[in-house]
């Protein structure tokens, strides 16, 4: 994967819950995304912007080092690979309203949960060890941290640790494997996020058209358009009314 370097890039999940949902803000702000799902680098076709398909965990990186001056990421990565650096090489543009979830704490129905001191000397297993640290140690808990990839709600199961903590949207895969959530550890969302690495003015004008089209999107969300026909004679009594 090469960067060109006359054009801006912007990286996205290639697969996961917040892939689509990118592209689609995306498409909102009116760029023409080529056909590039299954690939590694898809084409703007009416804006100077490669979009960049690599693995959630990855963009951060790819936006602190420069090599995308964009991406889109989930709050929960973006504070787990903070949380291992010595200072931020990013800044937080905007929430984006989609990909909502939570990171939670989950214990077995039957385990008998109090609170967090029920978790002091137990094992934890988790995909998000410095997130979940953090929480414990502001609680002033002492527990075992597993660090796993992916799975993390089979770890009681397989007797790997009684507790997880897990990302959760509906509770399903907890309820499926006999868990419950107990405590919140984050409130997470998608994030647009961009490189604090100099850009060329070219660049940064790019940057800044860019950015009025997204506002442009999310301004909008939540607002409907309405059409009326009445005489102008009126305007000035239905202005009265109208918010």
Do not use: W
């Not at 507790?163 to 994030?191: H, I, K, Q, R, Y």
Request: proline share 6%; aromatic share 6%.
């Amino acid at each position: 994967m090469f960067a060109d370097s006359g054009r801006l890039h912007i990286a996205i999940q290639k697969s996961g819950r917040l892939s689509q949902l990118s592209r689609e803000l995306l498409k909102d702000a009116g760029l023409r995304i080529q056909n590039g799902k299954n690939d590694l680098v898809a084409r703007v076709e009416n804006f100077p912007i490669d979009l960049m398909f690599v693995r959630d965990d990855d963009i951060p990186t790819f936006v602190s080092d420069g090599v995308c001056e964009f991406g889109v990421v989930g709050r929960n990565v973006l504070e787990e690979f903070a949380l291992g650096e010595a200072e931020p090489r990013y800044d937080v543009i905007a929430p984006l309203n989609f990909g909502r979830c939570a990171l939670k704490l989950a214990a077995p129905r039957d385990a008998g949960y109090a609170g967090p001191a029920s978790l002091d000397g137990k094992r934890i297993a988790t995909s998000y060890p410095r997130l979940l640290n953090r929480y414990l140690s502001d609680r002033g808990v002492s527990a075992e941290i597993v660090k796993m990839n992916g799975a993390v709600e089979l770890a009681p199961r397989l007797g790997i640790a009684p507790f997880v903590c897990d990302l959760v949207s509906t509770g399903a895969t907890l309820e499926a494997n006999g868990l419950e959530p107990v405590e919140t550890v984050l409130e997470s969302e998608a994030l647009l996020v961009r490189t604090r690495k100099p850009l060329s003015p070219a660049k940064a004008d790019l940057a800044e058209n860019l950015m009025r089209r997204i506002d442009g999107v999310l301004a909008t969300q939540e607002s409907k358009y309405i059409m009326l026909n009445a005489p102008e004679a009126a305007l000035q009594r239905i202005s009265a009314i109208l918010p």
